[in-house]
């Protein structure tokens, strides 16, 4: 009976143990495994709201920005493809940003990328949403936009709005990318442009 009861007893702790790390873990992620790095080459794209944890290790979006234009904060470059022509300036990063509707998640942190958008193509394009950006850690680690609703910042109104309508010719557009980021890593570089276009449609900054 003595034996049966320390069995249980073990059973009921290794469960809660295990609870007890899914909560604590930011974003659903243990916080003890490995994200990547030298010692571990797996990369995730990481959402805190539509988690899509891929161990193909790979980045999708790295992968197709290795030729990309290169450029540092306050640098001006021009994207374009076809009939489509941006003028993108990354205007400043923020971090932390300064939360103005909610908080991010417990462990985490708001950061921003201010961007200047001008369309000097020949249609109408929608930009510049979670189809046209990710942010990039220090471990390789991509990050996805937030949404506008729910990550509002003092520092500029959310882009991540501005793909629910076009982009007019002409038309210059203002404001930032919102990201969340675990308070343990620090963002190295944006990825911006059209992911499945070639290198003339893709750009990237370095933030540090």
């Not at 495994?33 to 161990?55: Q, T, Y």
């Not at 076809?82 to 971090?95: I, K, Q």
Request: charged share 20%; proline share 7%.
């Amino acid at each position: 009976m003595i034996a049966a009861v320390v069995v249980v007893l073990a059973a009921i702790g290794v469960v809660v143990s295990r609870i007890s790390a899914d909560e604590s873990a930011p974003f659903a992620v243990d916080p003890n495994a490995p994200i990547a790095g030298p010692a571990s080459p797996r990369v995730v794209v990481v959402d805190p709201e539509w988690d899509d944890l891929s161990n193909t290790g790979k980045t999708l979006w790295q992968d197709r920005f290795r030729d990309a234009q290169q450029a540092r904060v306050g640098d001006t470059l021009t994207l374009a493809k076809d009939d489509w022509r941006l003028t993108v300036t990354v205007t400043g990063y923020f971090d932390p940003a300064t939360p103005r509707h909610r908080s991010p998640q417990p462990g985490a942190r708001w950061v921003a990328v201010g961007l200047r958008v001008e369309q000097q193509g020949t249609r109408d394009l929608y930009c510049c949403d979670a189809g046209w950006a990710r942010l990039v850690d220090q471990y390789g680690v991509e990050y996805v936009p937030r949404d506008s609703h729910n990550s509002r910042i003092a520092e500029g109104g959310n882009m991540s709005a501005v793909g629910t309508y076009p982009l007019v010719p002409g038309a210059t557009s203002s404001g930032v990318l919102v990201f969340e980021l675990p308070d343990r890593v620090k963002a190295e570089k944006l990825l911006f442009g059209r992911y499945s276009g070639g290198p003339a449609s893709k750009a990237v900054w370095r933030l540090n």
